[in-house]
């Protein structure tokens, strides 16, 4: 018999409530196919903190959807706009066949690539490169039912790297403080620890602002939420504001400054979508939205101090 290419995995309870994992081979599967299995999500949500092997490719790292839909393969590789750009694939990047039972793509940059796929739960695969020696975890949604908190709370680095400037646009309550006089944020791709900061009056030109002030950041789980973060800017100067953070949607950010105990919201400005590859005459930004490849963040844990 071939290779198994197909695994089903199906977790069964004993008679004592003790479990066990049961391997079903090709020979039983043979009325579902690989290519019923993958084009049967519309996306498949790439779960890269999961990302197992010492190998890379490098499309699945930059992208944070995959979808299969009749030979074409397309990616999201923004969080903003996941549902919406494509008709809520993304882009075209690609093609993939699932002939001869392995999921074989060819991207159009990166060139082609072989996956073992084995189904690990009914929406959830795992698929396995051995040439490249890397695991990739994709977990499958309808576009209706996409877990876009999923998307946002486990990226958030990413999505703040997604517009040049997130300006203040309201504040709400807590007692003044220096924070006040800070209009924009910009969160730069370079790295994931790098912010700048600047007091220039709302309206400005998005390419005329004048980042008056830079430092690092670190972001925080926070134990018991998965839908809320702690962000800790620490200036240059010295100082550190600390603000809880939550998405409203994939434009906007409400930070809670939780000294002063104010609301500030924070809305997207001067999107950059994040492209197979382009060069500075195509983009002004390309400089921005080139080479972004996606790490394993692994966040430290923090307990709420607010009871906002």
Known sequence: MKLVKLLFIVLVCGAFLSS???????DFVEEISLEEVISGYDLWYIDYHRTAGSGEIPFLSKA?????LNGRMYANNNIAGVGINGNGLGI??????????FLATNHELDGSFEFEVYQIS????????????????????QGNHFDYDKLFYENIEYLLQEYIAWEKTATDGGIPNAFDTENYLQFTPENI?????SQDVFGTDIDMIRWDYAGDYQIYDVE??????ILELYYDGGDIEEFELSVIRDNKIELFHLNSQTTYVFSGRGFIQYLKEETKEENSNSARNSGRIRTKVQRETKTRRSLK
């Open 193 to 197: 620890t790098t912010f700048y900061s």
């Open 64 to 68: 944070f959807t995959i979808s299969f």
């Open 122 to 141: 009914g929406n959830e695969l795992r698929i396995y490169d051995a040439y490249e020696n890397v695991t990739y975890y994709l977990i499958g949604y």
């Open 20 to 26: 066990c994992t049961v391997y079903v081979e090709d």
């Open 224 to 229: 018991g939420y998965i839908d809320l973060k």
């Open 92 to 101: 075209q990047v690609g093609n993939y066949n699932t002939r001869h039972g």
